[in-house]
């Protein structure tokens, strides 16, 4: 399965809620479920804000 979260407004990737940088909390809860997709075999990427690629879910 594959699963896109798609968000307009900021540019982080999974490993953002780590970096010590400010983050929402639904953001944040965003990246921890993806990060938890990802370990159970689920396909996931981040499209956002993100100038240089999209944020691929297994990068954290």
Do not use: Q
Not at 28 to 57: I, P, Q, W, Y
């Amino acid at each position: 399965m594959r699963l896109a979260f798609i968000d307009f407004v900021y540019h982080y990737d999974a490993a953002r809620p780590d970096s010590g940088e400010p983050l929402g909390g639904t953001t944040s809860a965003v990246c921890f479920l993806a990060r938890e997709m990802v370990k159970t075999g689920v396909e996931c990427v981040f499209f956002n804000r993100r100038t240089d690629r999209a944020a691929d879910c297994m990068d954290a």
